[in-house]
């Protein structure tokens, strides 16, 4: 990996992690510098070495590639019990371990916190999870649309009359790699403190109730619950998608003061001395009517004539961009949220970049993802002591792919 200072250069995490909330999470710790090694199952690797896009049948997989950036691959058979023993060795060298099983699996493999701390005993482990690791859910099996139907996100979205929907992506996996991410970083400042390791418990479910924004407090406090109403916001008006000339656009006016702006800008002013739209408690009570009276005004322009004009008067305003837009869009590129990696097999491809800039320490080191056990020897070298030998023996005892 690069020489470049990161925050987390020499901090070595074991990533038993797979799919997308668990990756995400050792992918934020290996763009922050950190050594991870991806020990992946024998012959046949993290399950999203099968996820599209793949351009053809010799192809590596897009979805596993950027998730796995800045990682290293190390190939085992888990089921073998010298597995374990290779696992021991290098858990010494470890500060951090994240996996995402379903509930009981690390126990069967005998790489659960409670063994791994007899090898290192101020070892930091990480379980992700969709329900965690206790509760009367904990062996309920879980995707990102379960945790979103489940935790709350699918009962507040979509349109008023139609059916619950979830985000275009899986929000609560990646939410969930991040709270992870978040807690294995603050475990780690806790331990260099007090030389004191610890368990992680993470949940998806958990992870999107605790992100419903004011929705659960509209409950507890008001006694409202909140209900799918599209893209209009719970407490703000005009605050939604509008249809323009030519698409769509969206506008936030979250206050009085915005609200000044936006019904000057639009060549309205009187809608300031309306009674019906004095305050933001008004405007909602009267959206329906405030909307319609929007409306007409965007549908006269293009979302670029709005835009200019709202951005103008500095109210929050957008046009709903697509993929191809965004993958050319200037002020991404601008903010190196593009970049480009060269891949041994695939050659140059551009992914998302980290999103998170420092201005003493470096978070921009890409390594393409790695290649299913591309890493095996130098990792069994270099942080489990063992012996060209000792690796040729692994191989012909079936744990290591030859």
């Known amino acids: 990996m690069s020489g470049k200072k990161r925050p987390l250069d020499g901090v070595v995490v074991l990533?038993?992690?797979?799919?997308?909330?668990?990756?995400?999470?050792?992918?934020?710790?290996?763009?922050?510098?950190?050594?991870?090694?991806?020990?992946?199952?024998?012959?046949?690797?993290?399950?999203?070495?099968q996820f599209v896009p793949i351009p053809d049948e010799t192809s590596e997989s897009g979805y596993f590639m950027y998730l796995n950036r800045n990682k290293m691959s190390l190939e085992l058979d888990l089921k073998c019990s010298q597995a374990q023993e290779v696992i021991y060795k290098l858990s010494e060298k470890a500060d951090m371990i994240v996996e995402n099983?379903?509930?009981?699996?690390?126990?069967?493999?005998?790489?659960?916190?409670?063994?791994?701390?007899?090898?290192?005993?101020?070892?930091?482990?990480?379980?992700?999870?969709?329900?965690?690791?206790?509760g009367p859910y904990r062996n309920k099996a879980a995707y990102?649309?379960?945790?979103?139907?489940?935790?709350?996100?699918?009962?507040?979205?979509?349109?008023?009359?139609?059916?619950?929907?979830?985000?275009?992506?899986?929000?609560?996996?990646a939410g969930t790699g991040i709270h992870m991410a978040y807690a294995l970083v603050s475990a780690l400042y806790h331990r260099e403190k007090t030389g004191q390791g610890q368990f992680v418990d993470v949940a998806m479910m958990d992870t999107v109730f605790a992100t419903l924004e004011n929705c659960v407090v509209m409950q507890t406090y008001a006694g409202v619950t909140p209900r799918r109403n599209g893209n209009a916001n719970l407490g703000a008006a005009p605050f939604n998608t509008f249809a323009t000339k030519d698409g769509y656009v969206a506008i936030a006016v979250a206050n009085n003061a915005l609200f000044v702006k936006f019904s000057n800008a639009i060549g309205q002013p009187e809608l300031l001395e309306n009674e019906m739209f004095e305050n933001n408690k008004l405007r909602k009570m009267n959206e329906e009517v405030l909307n319609a009276i929007v409306n007409e005004w965007t549908r006269k322009?293009?979302?670029?004539?709005?835009?200019?004009?709202?951005?103008?008067?500095?109210?929050?305003?957008?046009?709903?961009?697509?993929?191809?837009?965004?993958?050319?869009?200037?002020?991404?590129?601008?903010?190196?949220?593009?970049?480009?990696?060269?891949?041994?097999?695939e050659g140059k491809i551009k992914f998302p970049g980290c999103p998170i800039k420092f201005a003493e320490t470096?978070?921009?080191v890409f390594e393409p993802a790695p290649l299913l056990g591309q890493h095996n020897d130098y990792i069994l070298k270099k942080f489990g002591g063992y012996t060209e030998t000792e690796i040729r023996s692994l191989q012909d005892e079936g744990i290591l792919r030859k």
């Open 15 to 49: 990533d038993f992690t797979r799919v997308y909330a668990g990756p995400y999470c050792t992918l934020m710790l290996a763009d922050l510098g950190a050594t991870v090694i991806k020990i992946e199952r024998k012959d046949f690797g993290d399950d999203t070495r």
């Open 101 to 134: 099983y379903a509930p009981g699996v690390v126990a069967r493999l005998g790489i659960d916190y409670d063994t791994i701390k007899k090898y290192k005993p101020d070892i930091i482990y990480g379980s992700v999870s969709g329900f965690g690791q206790t």
């Open 144 to 173: 990102d649309v379960v945790a979103q139907a489940m935790g709350g996100y699918m009962g507040i979205s979509g349109e008023k009359d139609g059916m619950p929907l979830k985000l275009g992506t899986s929000i609560a996996d």
């Open 301 to 345: 322009l293009t979302t670029e004539e709005i835009c200019r004009i709202l951005d103008a008067a500095q109210v929050p305003v957008g046009p709903i961009k697509n993929i191809d837009e965004l993958v050319t869009d200037p002020h991404l590129i601008a903010r190196d949220m593009l970049v480009e990696i060269d891949h041994p097999k």
């Open 362 to 364: 470096k978070a921009d």
